[in-house]
């Protein structure tokens, strides 16, 4: 079974960036969507990005569009999300995520069903 674990989080100021990082134990043929995903308190868990492997599309909440990138390194079966020009409303616990669909992009609900998850790292931007 894929484990996740993320790194990278902390505490930066508004305008800021961070790179996040999710490594994951092993490759699987079965999964073939990576993303992240974020909570913030009182709020419900909310898709950012994703990316399909082996085609390198990606999809964006709108609230990230144009500040934040998804990539992944295949050899070192490690996914990033940069993150610039930080805001406060992206103050949450980011979580990595590993999943499938049957189609050319990774929607953060269904059809792509996601089934790992990581433990999750704190970004915190203040004002």
């Known amino acids: 079974e894929v484990q996740l674990a993320e790194s990278g989080g902390g505490s930066v100021q508004a305008g800021g960036s961070l790179r996040l990082s999710c490594t994951a134990s092993?490759?699987?043929?079965?999964?073939?969507?990576m993303g992240w995903f974020r909570q913030a308190p009182g709020k419900e868990r909310e898709g950012v990005a994703s990316?399909?492997?082996?085609?390198?599309?990606?999809v964006f909440s709108d609230s990230v569009k144009g500040r934040f990138t998804i990539s992944q390194d295949n050899v070192r079966n490690t996914l990033y999300l940069s993150m610039e020009n930080l805001e406060p409303e992206d103050t949450a616990m980011y979580y990595c995520?590993?999943?499938?669909?049957?189609?050319?992009?990774?929607?953060?609900?269904?059809?792509?069903?996601?089934?790992?998850w990581g433990q999750g790292t704190q970004v915190t931007v203040s004002s």
């Open positions: 995520a590993a999943g499938l669909t049957y189609r050319s992009t990774c929607t953060f609900g269904p059809p792509a069903t996601w089934f790992r």
């Open positions: 092993e490759y699987s043929n079965d999964l073939n969507c």
């Open positions: 990316i399909r492997s082996g085609r390198g599309e990606t």
